[in-house]
């Protein structure tokens, strides 16, 4: 099977490359380093070529209102290449309870995101994950100082980036759901309670001040970043993985 991979170079997308390899796929990354511009669609029928199917995992380079068109025009790009090349599947990566948050642009982005592919002409599959481990660091740092880190009492359910790309692969290599896969981390925790695991296992010893306005997360309200009960639970526990990266 031809894969073509958007977004191939990046965290995720680049060990979906990987795995798809070894897997014994014909696997092709596309991206601004390979040729293709989303944005202007330069490249993407020439990525497309003879690929059954395509895996979306590009980012908008910002998280503000500039997502929404950043989405806008990039889905709608690669759903015009797609029936041009006769993909038979496309495939993106979302995020659990992305359409519970419109107070977040970028989260009102990625559901236009999904409601393009839903639109569009041709069998699709949406993998939406949790937030990744990877990124709590970031998170913990656009609200802190030298003493302090102020996060909100959030609650969310984390995952590894390599259990994201595990079942982006598992789903992309599947038969079309023209559904949604939601996948997520094994443990739930409040956002600051991970703040102050992350700072334990790291030595660092900021303070973690629970603020319900303080960074993205504040806007979220509730349980909507957790996932349902039809959600994969992948393997890894925060816990083991924040100890091994350190």
Request: negative net charge; hydrophobic residues 45%.
């Amino acid at each position: 099977m031809k894969l073509t991979v958007i977004g191939g170079t990046g965290l995720i997308g680049s060990q979906v490359v990987q795995k798809l390899t070894a897997a014994g796929h014909e696997a092709v990354p596309a991206a601004p380093s390979t040729g293709v511009d989303l944005l202007t669609g330069d490249g993407l029928d020439q990525a497309l070529a003879g690929a059954d199917v395509v895996v979306n995992v590009a980012n908008s380079p910002t998280f503000d209102e500039a997502s929404l068109d950043f989405f806008r025009t990039t889905m709608t790009n690669l759903l015009a290449a797609g029936e041009r090349a006769g993909v038979r599947h496309q495939v993106i990566l979302s995020i659990v309870g992305v359409d519970q948050v419109p107070q977040l642009d970028y989260y009102r982005a990625k559901t236009l995101q999904e409601d393009l592919l839903r639109q569009g002409p041709t069998p699709y599959s949406i993998v939406r994950a949790t937030q990744f481990f990877e990124f709590v660091n970031a998170i913990i740092s656009w609200t802190s100082d030298d003493k302090t880190v102020r996060l909100p009492a959030t609650r969310v359910q984390p995952m590894a980036a390599a259990d994201v790309v595990n079942a982006v692969v598992e789903v992309s290599t599947a038969a079309p759901l023209n559904g949604i896969h939601n996948v997520a981390g094994p443990d739930v925790f409040a956002l600051d309670e991970l703040g102050r695991i992350t700072l334990a296992a790291q030595h660092d010893d900021r303070a973690v001040v629970t603020d319900d306005g303080a960074g993205l997360f504040a806007a979220v309200t509730g349980d909507v970043l957790i996932a349902g009960p039809d959600a994969h639970l992948a393997p890894t526990h925060y816990q083991d993985w924040v100890q091994s990266a350190r």
